[in-house]
């Protein structure tokens, strides 16, 4: 199994072919997923079919890792569309039933003709077991939830291993930068050094100033060098690029993307702040856009 994105939507229907169900009568689920950090079931079921959310569940759970995910369920039947005739005797029943709760509860209100159609008229299908049936839909349904995600999942793949390419062109362009940085400002360091001490006090000895100068400048060069940093990223991105490929949906990657995507924001926003030079500058700025957009994208994958 491929990687998978956490957003996806799928809808089935099936016969309730049973012994009294009315003809006709059809079962629907349509299940719909998004992003999340964690799983996050809810379901939307009429009263006919609530005995069978636990099971639902206990699937669900086993083909979903992670995200936000409804699940749908509607009856259809050719009875439904027909305006049932209440019988009189119900309806003379009823009469008699809010009589005696208006005798107690004055301010109830009166029955609707909705209503009074809905209590004549009972469940929309009889009770019993659809076990069999409402899991083979959820796992049909399941299935194709797992399709869609998957196509969504590999599409994020491909648009984040592109933007890793691109992430490792500018690590690669950094790179030459670094001793030529490093070297310009030891050189600058240096000169405002000597600006400074022609300055200062007169009587400083010149060795021992020297010597100050370029363990201060070897100093500053070791601050400014961020060959570490270039590294570091281009390592963060072989990582992502091998878990794009290899990563299967029973892994979960996501969450380890995520950590990884916090890592290279890290790494970018180091080699920003070291930055001496306006070229590096622009890259690492790149570079968080980039990065930024990876992890838009990875917040989708389960």
Do not use: C
């Not at 109830?108 to 009889?126: C, D, M, N, T, Y």
């Not at 010597?211 to 060959?227: G, K, M, N």
């Not at 930055?275 to 389960?302: C, F, G, H, P, Y």
């Amino acid at each position: 199994m491929s990687l998978q994105s956490m957003t996806g939507y799928a809808s089935a229907q099936t016969s309730l072919d049973l012994a009294n169900a009315p003809q006709g009568a059809r079962l629907g689920l349509e299940i719909r997923s998004v992003n999340s950090r964690f799983l996050d079931i809810s379901f939307r079921l009429p009263d006919e079919l609530r005995q069978h959310e636990p099971a639902l569940r206990e699937l669900m759970g086993q083909h979903i890792k992670r995200g936000k995910v409804e699940l749908r369920a509607h009856l259809e039947t050719h009875q439904a569309n027909a305006m049932p005739v209440p019988d009189k005797a119900l309806l003379q029943n009823l009469v008699e039933i809010q009589q005696q709760v208006r005798h107690t509860l004055h301010d109830a209100p009166l029955l609707s003709v909705a209503e009074v159609i809905r209590l004549s008229h009972g469940p929309l299908l009889p009770s019993q077991d659809w076990s069999a049936q409402v899991v083979a839909l959820g796992l049909q349904v399941l299935n194709q939830l797992g399709e869609a995600r998957q196509r969504e999942g590999q599409r994020l793949a491909d648009d984040l291993l592109q933007r890793a390419q691109q992430l490792h062109a500018l690590a690669d362009l950094a790179l030459p930068l670094v001793p030529l940085t490093v070297e310009s400002q030891r050189q600058r360091f240096l000169e405002r050094w000597r600006e400074a001490m022609a300055l200062a006090d007169a009587h400083a000895l010149p060795d021992t100033v020297q010597e100050r100068a370029l363990a201060e400048a070897a100093s500053f060069a070791v601050r400014a060098d961020v060959a570490e940093e270039v590294t570091r990223l281009k390592t963060h991105l072989d990582e992502i690029s091998r878990l794009l490929k290899l990563a299967t949906h029973k892994e979960g990657v996501g969450k380890r993307l995520d950590f990884l995507i916090q890592e290279l924001h890290r790494e970018a926003n180091t080699l920003g702040s070291k930055a001496s030079a306006i070229e590096m500058t622009r890259i690492s700025l790149d570079m968080k856009v980039l990065i930024e957009q990876m992890r838009e994208q990875v917040q989708n994958l389960e």
